[in-house]
């Protein structure tokens, strides 16, 4: 197996837990937080999509789907245009509201497809090219690869993981 195929299998895997935290949902269970200032599950996989979205975009020079899809302007945030959730206070969290699973799952699929057509270009070499020298050491897009797959794969556990608060709170 390739490295390329492992993660499409990664990005693949993030997408169907994705699908199974939202599945259902009604916009207050979405907009729900289990404590003061937690996380939604709503802003968790929103993040976690407009991460990926903006990594690797970044990293392969292409446009962000947020913006070229016009997902920006369905969502309606009333947040910078650009922004990705890092660092957001509870109130910025508060406005990552929707009127159904299906807007969070569409754009999450969106950017998924693009990610895969991405993936699908590398080669083995690819993975060596840094991407960003801010760091030290540089970040190659292997690095940047895996670094987005983890941070979406413990986001859609948070959202995951939220979910079943609210069912057993439910029960």
């Known amino acids: 197996m390739h490295a390329k195929d492992i993660l499409i299998d990664g990005f693949g895997r993030i997408r169907e837990e994705v699908h199974a935290a939202v599945e259902g949902l009604a916009p207050d269970d979405l907009a729900a937080r289990p ?3 937690a996380n939604t599950i709503a802003w968790l996989v929103w993040h976690l999509t407009r991460i990926q979205d ?6 392969f020079g292409l446009d962000q789907v947020w913006l070229s899809g016009g997902w920006e302007k369905r969502f309606g945030l009333g947040l910078p245009r650009g922004t990705t959730g890092f660092g957001h206070s509870p109130a910025q969290v508060a406005k990552v509201r929707v009127d159904s699973g299906d807007l969070l ?3 999450h699929d969106a950017v998924h497809e ?4 991405a993936l699908r270009t590398l080669t083995a070499k690819d993975l060596e090219r840094v991407v960003d020298e801010n760091w030290d050491p540089p970040v190659t897009l292997g690095v940047r690869l895996v670094s987005v797959l983890s941070d979406d794969l413990q986001h859609v556990g948070q959202a995951a993981y939220v979910r079943g608060l609210l069912q057993d709170a439910a029960s």
């Open 35 to 37: 404590g003061p200032g």
């Open 54 to 59: 903006d990594h690797v975009a970044d990293a």
């Open 105 to 107: 799952t569409g754009y």
């Open 114 to 117: 693009q990610t895969l057509g």
